[in-house]
């Protein structure tokens, strides 16, 4: 599942980006990005990069001179990216797998990844690469989402479309948000040759300015549309109703108020 958990093709960059980036990636982006400036780096490699939230808000809060390499295995989602950053700003985009990584050892003296590990196949590969590519004194830094049960939204977007399909319910939603034990995330870190290995716990109420936006990037802004489409029976546009609705009946609707928790890990290359 996790291959095609990661397939961010076709209309889905746009929709993830507006839909579910204000929501979802922008706070806890500008969270992260002042985590990697406090390290006071010289070159950074984002991986995962996505859309560019976050390299946008890492280029906002590093000094000019610091190199940003913003990589990602799906080029879509970096043609996206591309448009938030200026020709003179010193950010360079490209595709990349983050268990292959294509630099030198010893590049960055920061990696930075928003939401990506969870979908990495093969993570203590992932981890190898990421200790590799940094500097001698070098960090990792990246955070992934806490539980369905923590993050009801997601909970919501993920049993409405199952409610679609109770013979094979789309499985989408499972790998970004089953990530979450520290603990084996910790010996992950270790073995890879990580130390100084903290976690953070965060929470965040975010009120939505437009529900529908993001109850449509809940189904059009990710690989679960390719799930639903598969399966048929029902349009994308029905399920995206449904979540709308549900959305509504338990956030609430004026405010539709979304609460989400996440996990922040931060390792040092020694």
Request: glycine share 8%; charged share 25%.
């Amino acid at each position: 599942m996790s291959d095609d958990a990661a397939r961010f093709v076709g209309s889905i960059p746009e929709q993830y980006d507006r839909g579910l980036g204000p929501v979802f990636f922008a706070g806890w982006g500008a969270d992260l990005a002042a985590r990697a400036a406090a390290f006071k780096p010289a070159r950074v490699l984002e991986i995962a990069a996505g859309t560019g939230i976050v390299t946008r808000l890492l280029r906002d809060a590093l000094p000019a001179a610091t190199e940003i390499v913003a990589t990602d295995l799906n080029a879509p989602m970096l043609e996206i990216a591309k448009h938030k950053v200026g020709d003179g700003e010193k950010v360079v985009f490209q595709t990349a797998d983050a268990t292959s990584l294509p630099f030198p050892d010893r590049s960055f003296d920061a990696v930075v990844c928003q939401f990506g590990v969870m979908f990495f196949p093969d993570k203590d590969r992932a981890y190898r690469e990421a200790r590799r590519v940094l500097a001698p004194g070098g960090h990792y830094l990246f955070n992934v989402w806490d539980s369905l049960d923590r993050n009801p939204a997601a909970r919501l977007a993920h049993t409405t479309i199952g409610g679609f399909f109770p013979a094979d319910p789309p499985g989408f939603y499972r790998v970004p948000y089953s990530y979450n034990r520290i603990d084996p995330i910790k010996d992950a870190l270790e073995a890879a040759g990580f130390d100084d290995i903290v976690f953070s716990v965060l929470k965040m109420h975010k009120d939505l300015p437009d529900p529908a936006a993001f109850a449509r990037g809940l189904v059009f802004g990710n690989p679960v549309l390719e799930e639903i489409r598969k399966r048929g029976g029902v349009t994308p546009d029905q399920v995206f109703a449904a979540v709308r609705a549900a959305l509504g009946r338990e956030l609430g609707e004026k405010p539709c108020r979304v609460p989400m928790q996440i996990i922040v890990a931060s390792a040092r290359k020694p």
